[in-house]
């Protein structure tokens, strides 16, 4: 069993690095957000946060996307709900004002093979896609949509149409999520 070397990493830190990150993004936005002035706000070091961060990208990634925001996607029985609780859940994940002011500096570092892209594909988001493929699975032995329906792709339909909208058109609707949903499942 190998040890860390140093001293173990304080959970506190790494929630107050991230905090200050989220804070400093939607005050001063990706270009010119700095470790320095996330250190200077989190009260800790740079080196503490490079350790930790090791690019800059990361860093943003992580505080513009938490860990715990990924909820549940569960087959209740009724495939129209289960898809507008996913749209919902994507369009509350990218309305916050960090991960919009994130995503005009993030969006260009998800080339092929870049630690970004990798570091994007975590076990949430695959556990995510898993238990929507379970919901699209059910929906189809009950008959609520075709047995060609892939999975992957309406999942990427779905929050792709989110992103596009709130993101890239700037748009605020409170009926987005319904629309989106409406759109898509219309038969």
Same mark, same amino acid.
């Given at each position: ?32 957000? &700095? ?10 070091? /740079?080196?503490?946060?490079? /350790? /930790? ?11 513009? +996307? ?26 509350? &994940? ?16 998800? &080339? ?8 994007? /594909? ?9 238990? +929507? ?21 309406? +999942? ?7 992103? +596009? ?23």
């Amino acid at each position: 069993m190998s040890r860390e070397r140093g001293r173990p990493r304080v959970a506190s830190t790494d929630t107050a690095v991230l905090q200050a990150a989220r804070e400093l993004l939607t005050e001063v936005g990706y270009e010119r957000l &700095s470790y320095e002035l996330v250190a200077q706000r989190a009260g800790v070091t /740079r080196p503490t946060i490079y /350790r /930790r961060w090791p690019s800059k990208a990361l860093l943003v990634y992580d505080a513009a +996307f938490p860990a715990d925001d990924i909820a549940p996607i569960g087959d209740s029985g009724d495939f129209r709900r289960d898809v507008l609780r996913l749209v919902e859940a994507a369009v509350r &994940s990218y309305s916050r004002p960090e991960t919009r002011a994130a995503l005009p500096g993030l969006l260009p570092l998800f &080339s092929p093979g870049s630690e970004l892209r990798e570091h994007a /594909r975590d076990p949430l988001e695959a556990a995510a896609r898993g238990q +929507f493929r379970a919901v699209v699975s059910g929906a189809v032995a009950r008959g609520e949509t075709p047995a060609s329906t892939d999975p992957d792709l309406l +999942f990427d339909v779905l929050v792709g149409a989110v992103v +596009f909208h709130l993101v890239f058109r700037g748009g605020d609707r409170p009926d987005l999520a319904t629309a989106i949903v409406d759109l898509v499942l219309q038969r």
